[in-house]
């Protein structure tokens, strides 16, 4: 009965540290109308926060696919055809 209440405050601390983390990164990037930022900080380390919540949760991020997941075709004197 322990382990599963530890198990719950930890899974609620994890999400209150997800969502602070979130609320902070939205809040560096929104501008105000008159152009103004609410916040003005380097975001990298709140960023690294936030993956490492959402990886803790056992979520993953990724980010878009720069190429259409073909490989590249390249010749080489030792192969002659290989894949990048």
């Known amino acids: ?17 997800l969502l602070w983390s979130a609320t902070l990164l939205t809040l560096s990037y929104y501008e105000t109308p008159n152009g103004k930022k609410i916040v003005d900080f380097d975001p990298t380390f709140i960023a690294s926060i936030f993956s490492a919540s959402t990886a803790s949760l056992g979520f993953s991020i990724k980010g878009k696919k720069k190429d259409n997941g073909e490989g590249k075709i390249t010749d080489n004197k030792e192969t002659k055809v290989t894949t990048q």
């Open 1 to 17: 009965m322990e382990d599963q209440e530890q198990s719950k405050v930890e899974t609620i601390v994890k999400v209150c540290v």
